[in-house]
């Protein structure tokens, strides 16, 4: 109420003024009354119109979206000026904040890994993350305000959305071959839902690749133990002759043997994956490997074939001895396993120019077809089964030479020909392999080296 009486007191002094000046002037004309009221009238229209002129400049800047300071008058329209300027002020501060807010809670959403949407009443995109547009083959920008089922048009999304029961999520195809996404819609607001969707490709090839596992595993004891148990029975009931006795005890020992080496694969592949990667400081002189490796691989050739070992008489490998001997032990076997009497089976080492080592396996065998190359590190992949079991494959070696390879920083690579051999290579980074000077003396070979899952 500040400004009322000093305007109401403006107005009265400038009517009293132009009643004064008018009645001065009308003096003169022996019409003094009359001037008195023509001037009160002159002095009301003057103050009406410089009260018009600072109303305009108020108006003015209320229509030029508050920019700059508001009119700094006098009076009322300086009090108006300054109340409607501060709370204007006040309420842009508030406004900014509350954006700032809302960007920190976006940018928070948008950094989920999860897809997020928002919808209104009408299923119309309020907002999307980057990861739902990825899901949902939607543009964040260009599609706000579409009827998302005008872009989605999966029958399950659909009719999941239309349903109205968001108990569980549904899963469907992405587009494009964005794989599995599962979605789970949350209602809010009035009508308003809240859809998650979550890419779920990897976790459904992993459930799978555990289901073949298990149904590999299952079927791989199944047939010796059905062979067992069959054996057990014939000498239950039959009376068997002490030749026949001996052929079914040693064809039990054989399918005991064989179950044994896949439960000692399958143990060496389980401690592969929980265990912590090898050591980068201790140092695996290669010669002693090979030393360990060539024992088993003439007793597993028996002199049917040519076996040599080169080169590695200074390397060092740095990791885990027994990892790389189970490595080493299952490419020689496979070598010797895979070739026919009089065949050749080379090992060697080779230091590359960049300082990574190569340990290959080369074999003039039976060599596997272009097709079957990138399978072969699956477990239970066989390109011949009956002549893998025959010769005691449990169809895991070469995943477990993987996974020894990549632990140690390394791969696998492998070339091979139908007919003419084929060649397993082992490469490992540089930062992993070192060279010594050479022993004066052979190193003796360990038995004690706890040798896992050896072919
Ligand atoms: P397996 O125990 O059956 O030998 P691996 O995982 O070691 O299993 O090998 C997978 C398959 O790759 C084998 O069944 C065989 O068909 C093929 N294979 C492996 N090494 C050789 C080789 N040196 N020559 C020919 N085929 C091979």
């Known amino acids: 109420m500040g400004w009322l009486i000093p305007r109401l007191l403006a107005t009265v002094l400038v009517v009293l003024a132009g009643a004064l ?15 008195a009221l023509l001037g009160a009238a002159v002095g009301a229209l003057l103050h009406a119109f410089f009260d018009a002129l600072r109303a305009h400049r108020f108006m003015d ?33 508030r406004v900014d904040s509350e954006h700032a807010r809302l960007d920190q809670f976006l940018s928070a959403i948008e950094a989920s890994p999860n897809g997020v949407m928002l919808l209104d009443a009408n299923d119309q995109i309020e907002w999307c993350n980057s990861v739902a547009a990825d ?17 989605v048009r999966a029958p399950v999304f659909v ?13 469907f195809a992405g587009p494009g071959s964005r794989g599995t996404i599962s979605v789970l819609i949350r ?17 459904e090839r992993n459930d799978a690749m555990r289901r073949d596992f298990v149904a590999n595993v299952s079927h791989e004891i199944r047939t010796p133990l059905t062979v067992l148990a069959g ?86 490998i740095a990791g885990a001895e027994a990892e790389l001997l189970s490595a080493i032990a299952n490419l020689v076997n496979n070598a010797v396993r895979y070739t026919p009497s009089g065949g050749n089976v080379d090992v060697s080492w080779t230091q590359r120019g960049d300082g990574a080592g190569e340990l290959r396996v080369r074999d003039s065998g039976i060599g596997i077809a272009r097709e079957h190359l990138p399978r072969l590190t699956e477990r239970f992949y066989r390109v011949d089964g009956s002549r893998s079991r025959d010769t005691g494959g449990t169809g895991l070696g070469l995943s477990i030479v993987k996974h020894v390879a990549q632990r140690h920083g390394g791969e696998l690579e492998v070339t091979s020909e139908p007919g003419k051999g084929s060649s397993f290579t082992l490469v490992f980074p540089a930062p992993r392999v070192r060279s010594s000077e050479p022993a004066t003396q052979p190193q003796q070979v360990d038995e004690s080296i706890d040798r896992i899952g050896t072919a």
Do not use: C
Not at 139 to 144: A, E, G, I, T, V
């Open 159 to 171: 009719a999941y959305l239309q349903s109205g029961a968001y108990d569980d999520a549904v899963s």
């Open 61 to 93: 800047w209320l229509r030029r979206q508050h920019e700059g300071a508001a009119p700094r008058d006098a009076g009322f329209w300086g009090e108006v000026g300054y109340r409607v300027e501060r709370s204007v002020r006040l309420l842009e501060r």
């Open 135 to 151: 899901h949902f083959g939607l543009d964040p920008q260009r599609d706000r305000r579409q009827r998302v089922t005008n872009l």
């Open 231 to 316: 054996f057990i029975e014939t000498m239950g009931n039959l009376p068997l002759t002490e030749v026949e006795r001996r052929r079914v005890l040693e064809l039990m020992s054989q399918q005991t043997t064989r179950m044994q080496t896949l439960v000692g694969d399958l143990l060496t592949l389980a401690q592969l994956e929980g265990s912590p990667r090898p050591p980068a400081d201790r140092w695996v002189a290669v010669q002693r490997l090979f030393a360990q490796v060539q024992v088993d691989a003439r007793a597993l050739s028996a002199a049917r074939h040519t076996l040599n070992f080169n080169g590695g008489e200074t390397a060092q």
């Open 21 to 35: 000046v008018g009645m001065a002037l009308g003096a003169v004309s022996h019409w003094p009354a009359v001037g």
């Open 187 to 203: 209602t809010y607001g009035e009508g308003m839902k809240l859809v998650l969707s979550q890419d779920i490709t990897e976790r």
